[in-house]
Every structure is written in C-alpha cells, then in structure tokens.
C-alpha cells in the first residue's frame, strides 16, 4: 500500500472526501422521498 496506508486508512482519507457529495445527493433524495410519502397521507 501507498506509504503503509491500509485499506482502512484509504478509505477513511481517500474514498470518503470523494462520497461526500453522492452521499449528501442520496440523503437528500430519501429524505424529500419520505416527506412525499408522509404529505400524501396527510391530505
């Protein structure tokens, strides 16, 4: 592995900063997803 990182500190320094905005993206969709769902019902 590049300068000892295992897969673990890979994920951590690597992966995670580049999920970040897919992960916001994802998030944000479920979340006006289930007010959709509860509004709905609601009316």
């Known amino acids: 592995m590049v300068d ?3 897969v673990f500190m890979r994920l951590v320094r690597i992966m995670l900063p ?3 905005p897919v ?4 998030g944000l ?8 769902d509860w ?3 609601v009316i």
């Open 18 to 20: 580049l999920l970040k």
């Open 23 to 26: 992960l916001a993206t994802v």
């Open 29 to 36: 969709f479920c979340t006006v997803g289930h007010w959709n």
């Open 39 to 41: 509004f709905g019902g």
């Open 4 to 6: 000892g990182a295992g």
